[in-house]
């Protein structure tokens, strides 16, 4: 095969990028979460806590990333309702809400809250419109429109002849694997790695 077959190969179809442990393990869950059959639905539940979770056949953009970081061994619900309840009035649940306190079925499934929790917790990267900014498992945020807040993981799969990585999202019809990290605007930037991440 010679090199402009090569090429014209690579261009087509996406390729891996290098990623490290921390994110080769959650873009491996992130992955896991778009061969699975979910109906796109933000309804309030009443969950369990520490450990709940909606039923399994539906959720949202945050669901990927909290089923995603709990496939990993950190539980975002426990990890954000904590903060919130020591820092209520940081987030911005009374603004957009109303809410005069956390509540533990709710907070960790709405994009503005995770926004200030990986802020905190987590690094704010710059926002940019090249490709080479954004990293495997880092987290991605946009407004769509209708002024309606989205996440989603970048994943560790590049599609050469757009030159960017692709992401995984749920939008509507479930959790996907897609090249669309600049079709709407970015809002947010971040990487998260817990703490304790793999240590004993």
Not at 72 to 85: C, N, P, R, T, Y
Not at 160 to 189: A, C, Q, W, Y
């Amino acid at each position: 095969m010679n090199i402009i077959k090569i090429l014209f190969l690579i261009c087509i179809f996406p390729v891996s990028i290098w990623a490290g442990e921390f994110q080769q393990d959650l873009v491996k869950a992130a992955l896991f979460r778009t061969t699975q059959d979910v109906r796109y639905d933000g309804s309030y539940y009443s969950i369990a806590y520490p450990g709940g979770d909606v039923p399994a056949g539906i959720g949202v953009c945050t669901d990927v990333i909290i089923r995603s970081y709990r496939a990993i061994g950190f539980d975002l619900q426990k990890a954000v309702h904590e903060d919130m309840s020591e820092n209520f009035k940081l987030y911005p649940s009374k603004r957009i809400w109303g809410l005069k306190k956390p509540d533990k079925n709710i907070d960790h499934r709405r994009v503005p809250n995770l926004q200030i929790y990986f802020k905190r917790f987590g690094e704010t990267l710059r926002k940019s419109n090249q490709p080479y900014d954004y990293h495997p498992g880092d987290l991605i945020t946009w407004m769509i429109p209708g002024n309606l807040p989205h996440i989603g993981i970048v994943s560790d799969q590049k599609n050469i002849s757009r030159n960017r990585p692709l992401m995984v999202h749920n939008i509507g019809i479930g959790p996907k694997l897609e090249d669309m990290l600049f079709d709407f605007k970015i809002t947010g930037h971040y990487r998260f790695v817990p703490p304790d991440y793999k240590k004993d």
